[in-house]
């Protein structure tokens, strides 16, 4: 993807947690960990990717306005 300014990283999944391997856990249950973990980061290149089901176009829609358009 393509995007102006500074790179950021969507975080979706956790799939391992301090050695722990959490892939047998149900995705919201993931998320909630996941959730935690990027609200408590100091870090403001990581962002939370909240769940999100049946709006795929009107997602893919946001993304190209906000500039987040795959490259071409």
């Known amino acids: 993807m ?3 300014g500074k790179p950021i990283f969507y975080a979706f999944d956790l ?5 722990d391997d959490l892939r047998s856990l149900p995705l919201i249950e993931r998320k909630r960990h996941l959730h935690e973990l990027v609200r408590g980061s100091r870090c403001h290149a990581i962002i939370y990717a909240q769940h999100i089901e049946d709006q795929g176009i009107g997602l893919f829609e946001e993304i190209c306005a906000l500039d987040l358009s795959p490259r071409q």
């Open 2 to 4: 393509s995007r102006k």
């Open 15 to 19: 799939l391992w947690l301090n050695g």
